[in-house]
């Protein structure tokens, strides 16, 4: 069985940070790739941003692009969602995720692990 926790969400005005933490456990990681997600009210969950575990390649989402770092500290078992430049349309819940998949880590369904969520609410 696999844990993940996420924190850091809140209330923030735009133009301002946050960062969001993922903490694992009850497994190895370090062959998983770890993906943000988000989901606003009335849409569907969507993808922004993903990295493989053990280094190699990190994606985003065009509207974070720019703005978002995902990173993650293996030793903690951690994984971060740094957020700048935050907008009004970044309010959402976020969801951290795990995948064994090797490709298409901006779809939802190839991720088994998820968070509980955090909000974060971007005020104008």
């Known amino acids: 069985q696999v844990q993940l926790v996420e924190s850091g969400g809140g209330l923030v005005q735009v133009g301002g940070s946050l960062r969001l933490s993922c903490a694992a456990s009850g497994r190895t990681f370090s062959s998983y790739a770890m993906g943000w997600f988000r989901q606003a009210p009335g849409k569907e969950r969507e993808f922004v941003a993903a990295k493989y575990w053990s280094g190699g390649s990190t994606y985003y989402a065009d509207s974070v692009k720019g703005r978002f770092t995902i990173s993650r500290d293996n030793s903690k078992n951690t994984v971060y969602l740094q957020m700048n430049n935050l907008k009004p349309e970044d309010t959402a819940v976020y969801y951290c995720?795990?995948?064994?998949?090797?490709?298409?880590?901006?779809?939802?369904?190839?991720?088994?692990?998820w968070g509980q969520g955090t909000q974060v609410t971007v005020s104008s």
């Open positions: 995720a795990a995948s064994m998949s090797r490709n298409g880590l901006d779809n939802s369904r190839v991720y088994a692990y």
